[in-house]
């Protein structure tokens, strides 16, 4: 062990300059986001322009962590017949274990250290803090291994770039082809069996580098591990084009699907369906694709103090031989990011408000007729709880947990106050993704909190929940900073036939912001 | 006892053969170089040896071992010294030693702090700072303070200007007194090779031409003179040992490969009856060139 630290020390010592500019990135970029509200003249484009910025910054340094990581490997070259330490006693068992070392420490552990004081200084629990920890861990990870596998099989470093730009644009291409990421949703593909090949392709595509890694440094046959590299991807096609077989887990099945909505039922809860399906004259006998479903209906029996929030809609369908296929879906009413009024009056103790029950609604469009339609609702019960209140003056902070709520500005326009809040809080990269329909959607969507505020003033005599607008969002390692409006409308009085403002109104007025996370998940069936 | 043995070595690269089926055995306690002009065979056959290369056929033993088996062990007991070796050009030549120490339980500060002080090597600079001279002493110097068995020199005098050539082989010869290592070296620098080696083997074109003593070969090679009295001759069917025969006037010349005076003398009384002979030695550079002239007119023969 003595030695693969003795290797590590070298490493560091090697790459020092470079590595303390990267951390020294990371760290700005970190703190640029986390002081940016007070950087920029707020506007929306302003917000986007800073968003792309640093969102550019952070590619820029995965790039940067891609290539460290390769000169960490490149630096004792594992293909050259020239490579120093190949003549040395060291064998590729210990040589493997000081990279990957050297890696751990100087990709995940450095950045976790140098980023510590920020998530410590923005309040991040234990929890958040080990949350973001191991979301850098697992990026840095991801990032390394790809860059390990790559360095691993080449000599130069003319070489590596080259084949590291070809890799950018075909592997996402290839792997694009065989996960069915360019294909039209649902198919003719079992749902069992494209779940089963979805895992087995995300099987092979994390255990092919590490073999590939393994072989190298082990044996330092490249041909062989290009080979490797190759089966890789042949097997990739191969559970395309001909895995057939179902080794997903029985909650696939639709009887399991009632079994898990009847797990997940909340008595207290209704939804109400109203089906609205079009399909051509055609459509039934061809079953051509040019039929379209639409549900609908409203979700009600939310306790007071919480509401319901559509998730995700997943569509399967019958067919003839009883196998299953996926219909893609999406919600395009339901998964509302504010709370109801009600919902957070209440939370925040004060008397709810008569409401209408919610809405949701889910379409699918152009997917064949036949057969039996399934859908599963997904959706979460948020509750509300008050993580304080500020009161209404500029510069005003409110610091619970992670969160912190700072109004930057107040202004009176015609319409009323706007309030401008600037806020921080922890965000892990998980909740993000590029399909907000994606097979993970349920998964990711029932994690997320929404946010509502209550404007009131001491006697409880002026109560509103002002209007929310979002202005931008700047999401960087696990901390999540944006800015938001609110619009208050001033009360009025009636003096001599005039509705005048109330003098005074303002005075004494607090914002109380009211959080909502889910509390637990519902699931429905629908059918057609 | 051999260091090294090979069997039939042959190494490939896609369709051009760099090595075919040598064969070769070094003893221990040598200094053995292996001679050959530009890409004849020497960097892969060290390769091989060194396990940088898989033989595609044959067998190579270092120190016993398979050469495709190379282990911690064996390499422990092995310095390598290439002109094409990648050192570690950001480090001092402290950080080096440092750096390899570790690796050889065998390291020997001593020996490293006498032959720090005999090739005045500045401690403190980085590699990429030092001159070829020094950076050969350089990675000498780390092959062998820990008193390999097995001294492995791939090319060491290329890009060397004379001085510092000289310095180096001075070196080497005086770190030779301080281990009792055995030496292999490939090399083109005939001079320098004559200085250091005791036993020789030509590669030509991937072929092991011959392998034996310097002492030998050295005394199997001569420049023969024979004085004719009688004016010219007729030089028709010289024997097969006989390389580079001329005539100019009454003054035939050739190389006796298969020199022994007696029989050499012999050899050329009953072709030249009254002729004087006069046998002058050659040096190992004067070998080679004949030689090589030999195998390119062999090759164009065969080629007509």
Same mark, same amino acid.
């Given at each position: ?7 590590? @020390? ?55 962590? %891609? ?80 860059? %390990? ?34 294909? @039209? ?55 395309? %084009? ?66 319901? @929030? ?82 209404? @003056? ?135 | ?71 911690? !062990? ?129 590669? &030509? ?28 001759? !007729? ?38 009856? &009254? ?30």
């Amino acid at each position: 062990m003595s030695l693969v630290w003795h290797i590590v @020390r070298k490493d560091i010592q090697r790459l020092w300059l470079p590595l303390g500019l990267w951390l020294a990135l990371v760290l700005a970029q970190t703190l640029l986001a986390v002081h940016s509200m007070g950087l920029v003249q707020v506007t929306v484009s302003s917000y986007e322009g800073l968003s792309y910025f640093v969102a550019t910054w952070g590619v820029i340094l995965g790039v940067v962590g %891609f290539v460290l990581a390769a000169w960490l490997v490149m630096e004792d070259n594992l293909v050259s017949t020239q490579a120093g330490w190949r003549t040395r006693p060291i064998n590729g068992a210990r040589l493997l274990a000081a990279k990957s070392l050297g890696a751990l420490l100087m990709f995940s552990v450095l950045p976790a250290a140098v980023l510590t004081p920020v998530w410590l200084g923005c309040g991040f629990s234990a929890g958040e803090w080990a949350g973001a920890a191991g979301a850098l861990m697992l990026r840095s990870g991801l990032i390394s291994a790809a860059a %390990f596998a790559l360095a691993g099989i080449t000599e130069t470093s003319g070489q590596f770039l080259l084949r590291a730009i070809g890799a950018a644009v075909l592997l996402p291409l290839f792997v694009g082809y065989v996960s069915g990421a360019f294909a @039209r949703p649902g198919g003719d593909t079992p749902v069992g069996v494209a779940e089963s090949r979805s895992w087995l392709l995300l099987a092979i595509g994390l255990l092919t580098p590490l073999v590939m890694l393994g072989h190298q440094f082990l044996t330092r046959r490249t041909l062989r591990t290009v080979a490797i590299f190759g089966a890789g991807v042949v097997l990739m096609l191969g559970v395309k %084009f001909a895995w057939v077989w179902d080794f997903s887990s029985p909650g696939s099945g639709p009887g399991s699907d009632q079994q898990a909505a009847a797990a997940a039922a909340d008595p207290e809860v209704k939804f109400r369906v109203t089906e609205q399906t079009e399909s051509s004259a055609d459509a039934e006998k061809n079953g051509d694709a040019s039929f379209q479903a639409r549900w609908s209906g409203v979700m009600a029996g939310a306790p007071a103090g919480s509401f319901l @929030r559509l998730d995700s809609a997943r569509g399967l369908r019958r067919r003839a031989d009883q196998s299953l296929a996926t219909v893609g879906f999406k919600v395009t009413a339901g998964r509302q990011t504010t709370p109801p009024e009600s919902a957070v009056r209440v939370a925040a103790g004060l008397p709810g408000l008569a409401e209408e029950p919610a809405t949701w609604a889910i379409e699918s469009d152009q997917t064949d007729p036949r057969g039996l339609f399934q859908v599963r609702l997904t959706a979460s019960l948020l509750r509300g709880r008050v993580l304080g209140e500020l009161p209404l @003056r500029p510069g005003a902070e409110l610091h619970t947990g992670s969160s912190l709520t700072r109004i930057v500005s107040i202004e009176r326009t015609e319409s009323g106050l706007v309030v401008q809040l600037e806020e921080c809080d922890a965000w892990f990269a998980w909740l993000a993704g590029m399909d907000p329909e994606g097979p993970d959607s349920a998964w990711r969507n029932s994690r997320r909190v929404a946010d509502g505020f209550v404007l009131l003033n001491p006697a409880h005599t002026y109560v509103q929940s002002p209007a929310v607008a979002v202005i931008g969002t700047i999401r960087v390692n696990s901390l999540q900073v944006y800015r938001r409006e609110l619009t208050v409308t001033p009360p009025t009085t009636t003096v001599a036939g005039v509705a005048q403002e109330t003098p005074g109104w303002e005075e004494g007025l607090v914002i109380m912001k009211v959080r909502f996370s889910p509390d637990h998940p519902l699931t429905r069936l629908i059918s057609r | 006892m051999n260091i090294i043995e090979t069997e039939s070595l042959t190494h490939r690269y896609w369709r051009t053969e760099a090595l075919r089926g040598l064969t070769l055995a070094v003893p221990a306690g040598s200094v053995f170089a292996l001679l050959g002009a530009n890409g004849a065979g020497k960097t892969t056959a060290i390769k091989v040896l060194m396990n940088l290369l898989r033989p595609t056929a044959g067998v190579s033993r270092v120190l016993g071992v398979d050469s495709r088996r190379l282990g911690e !062990r064996e390499l422990a007991q092995i310095g390598y010294v290439s002109e094409n070796q990648q050192l570690p050009l950001w480090m001092t030549v402290r950080q080096l030693l440092n750096y390899c120490r570790p690796f050889y339980p065998g390291w020997d500060r001593a020996l490293e702090a006498k032959l720090l002080a005999q090739f005045d090597l500045p401690e403190d600079r980085q590699l990429k700072q030092l001159s070829r001279g020094m950076l050969m002493k350089v990675a000498l110097l780390s092959s062998l303070a820990y008193r390999p068995q097995l001294l492995v020199l791939d090319e060491p005098f290329s890009g060397l200007d004379p001085l510092v050539r000289d310095d180096f082989v001075r070196g080497l010869l005086e770190a030779s007194e301080l281990g009792d290592w055995t030496v292999f070296i490939s090399s083109h620098d005939i001079e320098e090779v004559e200085r250091l080696a005791d036993h020789i083997a030509l590669l &030509e074109a991937g072929q092991l031409r011959f392998t034996e003593t310097t002492e030998a070969l050295l005394g199997r090679f001569r420049r023969i003179e024979v004085t004719l009295p009688g004016g010219p001759a !007729r030089l028709d069917a010289p024997p097969a040992g006989w390389l580079e025969l001329e005539q100019k006037g009454g003054l035939v010349r050739f190389i006796e490969t298969r020199y022994d005076r007696a029989a050499t003398e012999q050899a050329c009384r009953e072709r030249f009856p &009254e002729a004087a002979v006069l046998a002058h030695p050659m040096t190992l550079r004067e070998i080679f060139i004949s030689l090589a002239r030999a195998r390119r007119a062999e090759v164009r023969t065969t080629a007509a």
